[in-house]
């Protein structure tokens, strides 16, 4: 009774559990990498460094080119950070897919090695 | 409840027995399945062809461990509660262990032993063998307890019914136990309650949480960096985020909101909380705290915004040690705090701020521009009175705030924020706090501690209730000697030394009165009625009027009553009523005492010493406002100060004195009559005479008339004072006696039957201690001897 049990949760509640498991783990990695708050501030001075233009033409442009440096540390550090997170997600999903797919023949796997294992 | 409980051995028995054993076995699992995958490759390794079988085994023990963890340990949050087929009822840990049929004390018996039930058992110091007792062993008992189990559960939303269930409803099902519970003071209610608080516990610390990232890794990447901000103060977020902080997670989620909503407002965005000291304003910035940096939903445009608490002692100290100057020092600060753009600046205290004077400055004239132009957020928390000071001082600066009042917590949520500090107490103190002792927390520090507002004053007194426990336990005798000792009050049922000492406390008050019969054996009732708890306590603890010539003891009547009942002669708060004649004298009574300095006016003197004998001397001298103050005061318990805060006399005795009418009394006293037959007629003539109010007479307890006191008991009051003088001479090792004759001639030369016993102590001063002076000086009299003066020596 409690073999068909386990059965019965492997390839139902069991299957569906490790689906819904790793659709959060993809979730919790989209936000342990602020994916969408580095979309949206991805012009963004980085922390906020910049400068306040003075009268002149010269202070102008030093001003700008400044402001220019700040955004552009800022892109490229959240590019950095996005372009591992989208690795991150991609090896998570390929693994958790394969391993997803693999999950139903995993019982039939264990009885397929004790068979090779004296045949 | 005419349902029928049943039970089999289904699936979900055997599923929560196989789970109890794999739980008990998932570190051995986890090697086990370690040991046979490393076999099973290094035999791989060396082509042994048995290697399978090791990783076969080890693939096939990691789904029974992923069935475990991820089926089987969850048997409790897939029930629904619904039907009556206990095995589908029934928690994992007990579902195993009964079966049906059952009589209700072998189901006490199957269930003592696990946590639930021992959480129950010592929270109320329930000896489950005397319960066991009371239970019957008839089994079609238990139906009505199963029900009731399901019900409860139900009612607090639990998707099994656990052991802690079971024994609450064993316990709330039997009039038997409920006797026995009264005779422990309490009741079944209390037992629900007690369960409610294990509920939360268990909702607080074994509920299931997501992992947390708090915004994740590049949340403040588009916020600026704040250096100097940091020198100043402790950033409040960051201390959740990190988990250092632990506050009780009772928190008032309409006031946080409130917060939210007035924060997101696109002007004016800054808010002043306002309430008295200890109501928790400081608990409530941590609760926003909490809820913006975990990004909840209904924090809005606020989420992932950091809430950082200035130092204003941090600020002078950099100042005074010369590294900043004040203006510059806070200008840099708010210029770090505006340029950071996801900090919400957080003034504790906010006084100290806006204010000069030691330990504090005036940063409102700096700010006032900053909040006008919506640069940051601010939350301040402050007294009502501060904030009426600050208001007043600079009614501009604290326009840009919207405010929130404060309210104190009702004893229900105080009793739960209780519940939850009980926790880290325990821990910290290893001992178990009882639930009596939590409502007897709230109970005395509602009623005797006046200078802090809930929750603080009752956390206070529960954290100082740990020095004193019994046997590991935190029990209501360790809370009321807490409060007795930090009050200097009386709570805890009387000793029987103190008990005897009640019963005949006319004798005791007699050892410093002469006479005075129906005066001391009134008041000694009076004190005996509040010391057994038998008096209303919404009124002052005694009031009495005493009425009667000058020099019969009416005083010394209340000074032996502060000593005896309060523990000290100081323990007297004495107004000459004379003094207030004027309209305008009702602020000298009721004005709030400043932070500054100790108040004089009554109310702050009784704010400060509540437990106190109130001596207002010549009551009808006062002015009809005055006296109209006296009504509530004696009706209620309490008076309103000028800032609308309410001072308690509950703890105090009122003694109002008054020589009206006390020729009236000496010739009636002369002409025969007894006390006891003319005082009615008495105060209905001071009525008439509209000396006195009836509305006022009718709210003392008692109205005592004192009689004159005859020579021959003003002799006695002689020897009583100079018995004093020899106290007071006693470190000098001499003594002094007069002759009977001496003291006859002192008496006969001082007796004024209308000044009664006044004149005594003078003539002590003059003939006695004066004497004794000039012998000491002289060295006529030396240590070791005994001085006694005769009819000559009295002057």
Redesign the interface.
Known sequence: ??II??FQ??FI??WF?FGKKLINRLG?LI?????S??FR?LF?P????TTVAGKSIGEKIRAALDNLISRIV?FF??VI?LIAAFITLILTAILGLALFIIWPF??F???F??F???I | MNQQFSFSNS?RV??AK?AGLLGKIIPLKISFIVILLIVGLLLLIKQQ?????P??LS??DF??L??YL??LKNINEQSKLEGTHLDQLLSSDIVNKISLPISPKDLLGKISGNWQANFIFTRFILDPNNLAQMLSLNPADSEIIFATAQQLARKFEKKVIDAGTILTALIITNKQIEKYLISMQLDFDDIVNGYEWQQRLINRFFAKKN?E?F???????????TPILDQFGANISAQIQKGNQDFSSVTREDVIEQMEVNLSRPDRNSIALIGDPGVGKTSLVFGLADQLIRGREEAGNLAYQQVFSLNVGTILSAVQNGLAGLEDLIYRIFADLS???NMIIFLDEAQLFFSTGTGSVDISQVLLPLLEQNRFRMIVAVTPEDWQKISAARPTFSQMFNRIDINEPNEDEVVKILEDVAISFETRSKTTITYKALKETYRLSNRYITDKAFPAKAIDLLEDSLNYPLNGFITETSIQKAIELSKRVKVSEASSAEKQQLLNLEETLHRRMINQERAVSVVSNALRRTRAGVKNPNRPAGSFLFLGPTGVGKTELAKALANVYFGGADKIIRLDMSEYQRPSDVTRIIAAASKDQTGSSLLSQVKENPFSVILLDEVEKAHPDILNLMLQMLDEGKLSDNLGKEVSFKEAIIIATSNAGADDIRKRIEAGQKIEDFETDFTNRLIDAHIFRPELLNRFDEIVLFRPLAQQELIQVGNLLLAEVNQIIAPQKVTVSLTPEAMNKMIAKSYDPRLGARPIRRAIQRSVEDAVAKKLLSGEIKPGEKLTLDVGDIT
């Open positions: 009774m409690l049990n386990f949760w492997w509640k069991g559990d919790y936000q342990l990498f602020s994916i708050s580095l501030t963004a980085w922390k906020r460094i800022g550090t959240r950070v995993t019982p796997l264990v009885v090695l004790i090779k294992a004296f | 699936l055997k599923r196989l062809k048995i290697a399978y079988l990783l076969a693939l096939a789904m029974l992923l069935w991820w089926d992992k990232v915004g994740g890794i590049g949340r403040d990447w588009a916020s600026g960096f340029h950071a753009g």
